[in-house]
């Protein structure tokens, strides 16, 4: 009786401390936000790049709690800010010691540019970069500053790109799984690592392809920020690794000290009294009376797999990193329904998903189209798959050059584990009634060869469907839109030269396209529009949903602690759409 007192009170004490921290948490939030800190007349920026990153800041209002994470939006809306804030001198940028995702970089890349070209200084500082992730991305991100510091002794491993994939085949035949899986056609590779013990000729030329493409992009922006010969800079970067003194020797960077050095320069190039601000306390507190009142561009992102429903905030520590059908087409329609929203401009970050859930995104896309307001895509490291397909018949698509984009195709399957767990006394027996395809997706056996035809033209209707979004979109025709889809991922550089997408650029670019589309001209305001819950929803709901809420409040502490969870956490939806899913138009995602 004494112990079961003492978990009691254990777990009474534990719900307080969250019923009543956590709100006190979020109001404190609210307050120190509502009045922030005055910034100072001469002011650098220090924008960190060595934590999580993410395309679009999460909908999820807890995410942030004990965190350091910022996303991309973030970053170039504030440098737009920044650019015409007098106060604002310059940006120091601490750069990671991998490789960031290429489209990622892209943008960061292109908001450096426009901040230096508003006459401000961006000096960038690495500790080291090793190979790890497209490591190329880093390089052209400290290429692009005024200045490239290292600090002594550091390493410069910027050798190339490489990815790696792992075969499970002769394994599951080790143990009698059967892998049954259909795809469409014979570059959707997804599930490739099932089916087979190395890459196919198709999977190794798709894959050869993008990665070249994401590496020669990397060094051509390098090189031209850096006014240097392409050939001379890749060989001397691939005669690596090098030391910070070494790679300051062959001018692949500007200038060996430390961190605090650099700093100093900076202040001292800004001006008297010159102070640093972190980038993430830098905001802009003016009020903006017009909101909801003038015209606008509605902003509407969208970033992770693509799911049927809604979000119902089972677990309000995570990201909220998946694209609800429910709440995109939502926040789609109501744009196209306002009469103050003369464009759109959808953000998408996704290797896809459900082809239902993509394709009722698609509808509202269609119907914003058909109320007269244009609707462009803005693409980050990822438009591919389904996130394609909610893109293919926007008004106008903007790709970044390393954006993995297209792989318009279409897989499914089952494992069949009755073999295998024959071998170690487990029978899997099935009971039906009805036709036989009832229970082919049974874990039990393999298909039927009347199951395997049936589930194959389901395949095949999806795949049909896919291309004709494609080509009624595109304005391609359809004998085009087949030879370029087959499953393919295409970077943005590659896409434009097949036509499946319109221009090469960045957020900013679509925003302009979409003013061109829609006759505005002079200034208009972007109206956010992304669906978001609010903190207090966001519990309650957490608090509603019981199994899963007692699990959630139980690992939240190891999920504060560990960024490390996170990652594991945001992997669990994308793989349960891949061994779920019997129709999935999902591409690999191997910048993740």
């Known amino acids: 009786m004494k112990q079961f007192l003492i978990t009691m009170a254990g777990v009474f004490a534990?719900?307080?401390?969250?019923?009543?921290?956590?709100?006190?948490?979020?109001?404190?939030?609210?307050?120190?936000?509502?009045?922030?800190?005055?910034?100072?007349?001469?002011?650098?920026?220090?924008?960190?790049?060595?934590?999580?990153?993410?395309?679009?800041?999460?909908?999820?209002?807890?995410?942030?709690?004990?965190?350091?994470?910022?996303?991309?939006?973030?970053?170039?809306?504030?440098?737009?800010?920044?650019?015409?804030?007098?106060?604002?001198?310059?940006?120091?940028?601490?750069?990671?010691?991998?490789?960031?995702?290429?489209g990622m970089a892209d943008e960061i890349r292109q908001g450096f540019s426009r901040f230096r070209a508003a006459g401000k200084p961006v000096y960038a500082h690495s500790q080291g970069v090793y190979p790890a992730g497209v490591v190329t991305t880093t390089y052209m991100l400290g290429a692009a500053a005024d200045e490239f510091w290292m600090q002594p002794g550091a390493?410069?491993?910027?050798?190339?790109?490489?990815?790696?994939?792992?075969?499970?085949?002769?394994?599951?035949?080790?143990?009698?799984?059967?892998?049954?899986?259909?795809?469409?056609?014979?570059?959707?590779?997804?599930v490739n690592g099932f089916l087979f013990s190395d890459y196919t000729a198709p999977h190794r030329e798709a894959t050869v392809s993008w990665l070249s493409s994401v590496y020669e992009s990397n060094l051509a922006a390098a090189a031209a920020d850096?006014?240097?010969?392409?050939?001379?800079?890749?060989?001397?970067?691939?005669?690596?690794?090098?030391?910070?003194?070494?790679?300051?020797?062959?001018?692949?960077?500007d200038k060996v000290g430390q961190v605090r050095e650099a700093e100093e320069a900076l202040l001292t190039k800004a001006g008297a009294g010159a102070k640093t601000v972190d980038f993430d306390d830098y905001v802009d507190a003016r009020p903006d009376p017009d909101r909801g009142l003038t015209d606008a561009?509605?902003?509407?992102?969208?970033?992770?797999?693509?799911?049927?429903?809604?979000?119902?905030?089972?677990?309000?520590f995570t990201r909220g990193s998946a694209i609800y059908s429910d709440d995109l087409a939502k926040a789609i329609l109501r744009a196209a329904r306002s009469d103050k929203?003369?464009?759109?401009?959808?953000?998408?970050?996704?290797?896809?998903?459900?082809?239902?859930?993509?394709?009722?995104?698609?509808?509202?896309?269609?119907?914003?189209?058909?109320?007269?307001?244009?609707?462009?895509?803005?693409?980050?490291?990822?438009?591919?798959?389904?996130?394609?397909?909610?893109?293919?018949?926007?008004?106008?698509?903007?790709?970044?050059?390393?954006?993995?984009?297209?792989?318009?195709?279409?897989?499914?399957?089952?494992?069949?584990?009755?073999?295998?767990?024959?071998?170690?006394?487990?029978?899997?027996?099935?009971?039906?009634?009805?036709?036989?395809?009832?229970?082919?997706?049974g874990m039990g056996q393999p298909f039927t060869n009347a199951q395997r035809e049936a589930f194959g033209g389901w395949m095949d209707r999806i795949y049909a469907n896919f291309l004709g979004r494609v080509a009624a979109g595109r304005k391609l025709p359809p004998e085009q839109v087949a030879e370029i889809?087959?499953?393919?991922?295409?970077?943005?550089?590659?896409?434009?030269?097949?036509?499946?997408?319109?221009?090469?650029?960045?957020?900013?670019?679509?925003?302009?396209?979409?003013?061109?589309?829609?006759?505005?001209?002079?200034?208009?305001?972007?109206?956010?529009?992304?669906?978001?819950?609010?903190?207090?929803?966001?519990?309650?709901?957490?608090?509603?949903?019981?199994?899963?809420?007692?699990?959630?409040?139980?690992?939240?502490a190891w999920v504060f602690g560990d960024p490390r969870a996170q990652a594991v956490i945001d992997e669990v939806a994308t793989a349960r759409l891949r061994g779920e899913g019997q129709g999935m138009v999902l591409a690999p995602t191997p910048f993740r």
Request: charged share 20%; hydrophobic share 45%; aromatic share 6%.
């Open 297 to 316: 561009i509605a902003l509407i992102e969208a970033e992770g797999p693509i799911v049927t429903g809604e979000d119902r905030g089972a677990n309000p």
């Open 14 to 102: 534990g719900l307080v401390v969250f019923l009543i921290g956590v709100p006190v948490v979020l109001v404190g939030m609210a307050l120190a936000a509502a009045a922030p800190q005055p910034v100072p007349s001469n002011t650098v920026l220090e924008l960190d790049l060595r934590g999580a990153l993410s395309d679009q800041s999460p909908n999820n209002p807890l995410w942030g709690l004990g965190r350091n994470s910022t996303s991309v939006m973030a970053i170039i809306e504030t440098l737009r800010r920044a650019e015409r804030d007098e106060r604002i001198k310059g940006l120091l940028v601490r750069l990671p010691e991998r490789g960031l995702e290429p």
């Open 155 to 190: 390493s410069l491993q910027v050798t190339g790109v490489a990815t790696e994939d792992l075969f499970l085949r002769r394994f599951f035949d080790k143990y009698g799984v059967v892998p049954q899986y259909e795809q469409r056609q014979e570059y959707k590779n997804a």
């Open 341 to 441: 929203i003369k464009a759109i401009v959808l953000r998408v970050n996704s290797p896809g998903g459900s082809d239902t859930a993509s394709e009722q995104i698609l509808d509202a896309v269609r119907f914003a189209k058909a109320k007269g307001k244009p609707v462009v895509v803005s693409m980050s490291t990822y438009g591919a798959s389904g996130g394609y397909w909610i893109a293919s018949e926007a008004s106008a698509i903007v790709a970044q050059p390393t954006t993995l984009t297209g792989s318009i195709g279409v897989y499914g399957g089952k494992f069949a584990l009755g073999p295998a767990l024959a071998r170690h006394g487990v029978d899997v027996r099935q009971i039906g009634v009805g036709g036989d395809y009832a229970g082919a997706f």
């Open 485 to 556: 889809a087959k499953g393919r991922v295409w970077t943005g550089a590659q896409a434009k030269g097949v036509g499946l997408v319109d221009e090469v650029g960045g957020f900013y670019q679509a925003v302009a396209r979409a003013k061109t589309l829609a006759r505005i001209e002079g200034e208009i305001p972007l109206r956010r529009m992304t669906p978001s819950t609010g903190a207090f929803d966001t519990l309650r709901k957490a608090l509603g949903v019981s199994g899963n809420s007692a699990r959630t409040l139980m690992a939240a």
């Open 226 to 253: 850096r006014k240097a010969e392409p050939v001379a800079l890749r060989a001397a970067l691939e005669a690596g690794p090098h030391g910070a003194e070494e790679a300051l020797a062959l001018k692949l960077i």
